[in-house]
């Protein structure tokens, strides 16, 4: 029996079947298998071929991008500017990175010559980190290419030298084909090694990735239910591999009273315009903010609701998300001691209103079901009003780590070092003044955080240093110098940055 | 109920009780609270304090090491001369880590200023990390120092600034309990928080640690099947959490036609002394060694044999430890094809002698259950040998991963590069003209490898680069100067290594 995949126009329900069917458990392994066969030869390549692969995606995907952004609009609705914009991001993401694996910084070169020690004479020593293999990556819903088929896992797992076999999240089947098309071809190109990119459909699909004996890692971006039930199968497999899953998160928003006082209408608007960016479908979407009692904090408060009232109604991503949004609200309307401030119906398609909803630090934090503090994905949030620091803390307190957490205070203002010290326990990111929505692409970015918000917080999925989650390191004792990695040999060939007995040696000409 | 915790004397059999008990739920959970009250604090403390907190640790066990060996060589028969070599390389570890930590590479300090990219202007950036939080570490049987009490995980993780609560091995639980005693009076001499170390006897505990919702990653030496077993409860847990478990190996050693031909009786030889080094307890251990078929072959393996033979008996480590090796022996034996060379008696004590077993590649890779090519933990070695280079490639080919790979090779050797590349595939370190027991402790050291050998590949327990396992990184995105970690303010008050804008910039004062 196969299933052909259909792929939805969001804002009329139109389904179009397209010539492609969901994997058969034969097809994915055999996409793994090609991967296996691909991972050695594509280990093996230089960097400067690897980037120039990289720099071959970016390149493809530009060509191809009018057509994979309409694609990508009619499957999401999220717009064309927003589309375009998210296009800009990936291209530019598979080019930074192309830059990430020529500095070679990322191979992490330690070289210890041969010595006396403390402990006895030792030998010489050298590491560096080599490609895990075949990486599994799971595209989004929510972002159908900055964190899809040609997004960030992929990128990051092509950058590290694995091969990437791509399971389309199923709200977008047709971008999800359009954009592999651009990689497959990039690929074929420049000569990469067949296997090097594969695609898959279908939720049984998915799964068997996760435990295909040839897959050495998952990278995963989605819901929490998902994402642990997919980690403890990576976890249980007889032998266990990397999960990375980014699973989202209720990210805090706080303003201090100084903040208050001194800008609060204009926190209120700007909160709003972070809350339902994308129709609130960010995993980095403030739905949590905590705000003082008083009437500087009543008037942010008011800014907020004029502003969230002012945004249109407007399609979310499918009609299950739509449908959990609608009934979450109705859940958090429920809790003991909420005050409804604005909600969404509790039936209807995909076009959806924002909700907002008002309750006190201490009903917040006896809400025993944990109900408000739980991500309500979309946008709604919570407003938690403070009256005096133990007040806030004690809210603060019952929240679970997320990847982020913003912080608005002003110069000299008493609460900031602390709650910065609290951010830092707290989430994967402290933003300040500014708001959570936009992960910008770049060297210092982190895009993670403790439990529930992701599997794995040593890493970040967004960033240079994504690339590290598909790489293991190699010591190389006593071999020869005309037998060692480039990156190891004594003349440097590759001229990247290197620790050399314990001290960092960055070539002069270049830095 | 309590149950006293007894030292037994490896030689004679002798039990003592000492004045220590099995740690109760209560009071595993009590060390854990503690540990995670002084998180935060230790977390605030600078590099400086952090480094003088591990030299102080090195200083105290330098202090009462000749007690300290004297009881490990009583609980472990592992002799003087080797435990003092284990104290002074377990004191070298933590100086080297107080270096690491004033160095302050490991932070990861990260600078992105704002400005335009291709994605649109982005905020000011900055990236390191902080500690996770409370570590629960377990001594291993064959290190009673060095991977034990004060040894390497705990090393590391008072390097990255995490409390731990050490789970003592029962084979050597005087040992442990006067290397605490030097570590607590150098944590409480240097006014580190309460809680900073702590020390539990008993396996309920050790499970008990694992599932404390306090720790927040694991650090452990041991066996296969407890590894797996305390993996797999990390990884059920509500908020799953890092599971480093170094779990030994089959490790391989192959020796070339041309490195046979020019030096076989001195491989066969050396290959002796490293297989029976401190009785085989080495998780490095060569427990297969591939000697090519005929006349240079055979000199190697009379010169094994030989060299073997000599080995005088010795006291494994526990009673149940040479219960197994005897019993794994016989069963190595008994495998299809299997000639004996040497074996250890069926029955006796903890005094044992040393193995070695000869067979062909092909009945090697014909062993469909797989009783030759798992570690068989002792002084037992299988010599597979093999006539061309498909035989050893299909023999190769059966392996499961394993921390270390050695070759024997000769200048020009044609097999040389094919092994190697063999070799970074199937394992975390490769030795050249070597042998794999003798872990350096240096920057680039890698003490690690793919599952089943470790459950995380990515890291190492062994160097500078272990302390990375016990950190996450944090961003912080618009934070004014003064309210950022000093390792990220725009001065580099630190003087650290930093990636500024991209570049990596190291103070050419110090570099």
Redesign the interface.
């Known amino acids: 029996m196969t299933t052909t995949v259909e792929s939805i126009d969001v804002r009329t329900g139109e389904a179009t079947a397209l010539d492609v069917i969901e994997a058969s458990p034969g097809a994915v392994r055999s996409a793994c298998e090609r991967a296996a066969q691909a991972a ?1 030869e594509l280990a ?1 390549r230089d960097l400067r071929w690897r980037a120039g692969l990289l720099g071959a995606m970016a390149s493809a995907l530009e060509e191809d991008g009018d057509a994979i952004v309409q694609l990508a609009d009619r499957e999401t609705a999220l717009g064309l500017p927003r589309l375009a ?1 998210e296009l ?2 990936t ?3 598979l ?1 930074l990175f192309a ?1 990430v694996v020529e ?1 070679g ?1 990322f191979l ?1 070169a ?3 010559h041969a010595g006396d ?4 004479p ?2 010489d ?3 560096m980190v ?1 490609p ?1 293999g075949p990486v599994a990556v799971f595209g989004a819903s929510n972002f159908p290419l900055a964190f899809s088929v040609p997004g960030g896992d992929t990128a990051s797992a092509i950058a590290a030298g694995c091969p990437v076999v791509i399971k389309a999240h199923p709200a977008h089947p047709a971008t999800s084909e359009a954009a592999f098309a651009a990689l497959a071809r990039a690929a074929s190109s420049h000569g990469a090694p067949n296997g090097t990119v594969a695609l898959v459909h279908g939720f049984a699909a998915g799964i068997a990735l996760v435990e295909d004996p040839d897959v050495a890692a998952v990278g995963f971006t989605g819901s929490g239910g998902a994402g642990r039930a997919l ?2 199968r990576a ?2 497999r007889p ?4 999960f990375y899953g980014e699973l989202g998160a209720a990210n805090a928003l706080v303003v201090t009273p100084l903040a208050a006082g001194s800008r609060g209408e204009e926190i209120g608007a700007g909160a709003a315009q972070s809350l339902t960016l994308g129709v609130g479908q960010f995993c980095t979407q403030p739905g949590l903010l905590f705000v003082p009692e008083g009437a500087a904090g009543d008037a942010l408060v008011a800014s907020l609701v004029a502003a969230v009232s002012a945004v249109p109604e407007a399609h979310m991503l499918t009609t299950s998300i739509a449908a959990a949004y609608r009934s979450g609200v109705q859940t958090d309307a429920a809790v003991d001691g909420v005050r409804t401030l604005l909600i969404a119906g509790p039936a209807g398609g995909t076009e959806v209103t924002a909700s907002l909803f008002e309750t006190t630090a201490s009903s917040f934090a006896a809400d025993a079901a944990a109900v408000l503090r739980r991500e309500c994905f979309g946008p709604v949030s919570v407003v938690v009003r403070y009256g005096t620091t133990d007040d806030l803390d004690g809210a603060l307190g019952v929240l679970d780590p997320a990847l982020t957490f913003t912080i608005h205070a002003e ?1 000299g203002d008493p609460d ?2 602390r709650l ?2 609290h951010a ?2 707290a ?8 708001y959570p929505t936009g992960v ?7 895009h ?1 955080g ?3 918000a992701t ?6 999925s967004v ?1 240079a ?1 994504s690339i ?2 598909w ?10 110098d005309e ?1 060692l ?1 480039a990156a190891l040999r004594e003349g440097n060939p590759l001229g990247i ?1 290197r ?1 050399v ?6 070539d002069l000409l270049d ?1």
Do not use: C, K
């Open positions: 050695p093996r914009g800009r991001r291209v530019y993401q080019r830059r500095e910084s992490g330690t070289i210890d020690t403390p402990m006895g030792l030998p020593v050298r590491r080599v895990l980690f403890d976890s249980a032998d266990p591999i990397p110069p900031a070092q910065i010290e830092s326990r989430a994967g990111r402290v933003v300040m003044n500014g910008g692409v770049n060297w210092a970015m982190q993670g403790p439990w529930p599997t794995s917080s040593l890493h970040t960033g240093g590290a989650r790489l293991r390191p190699v010591a190389y004792q006593g071999v020869p037998l990695p940055p620790r007995d314990g001290r960092l040696v960055v830095g």
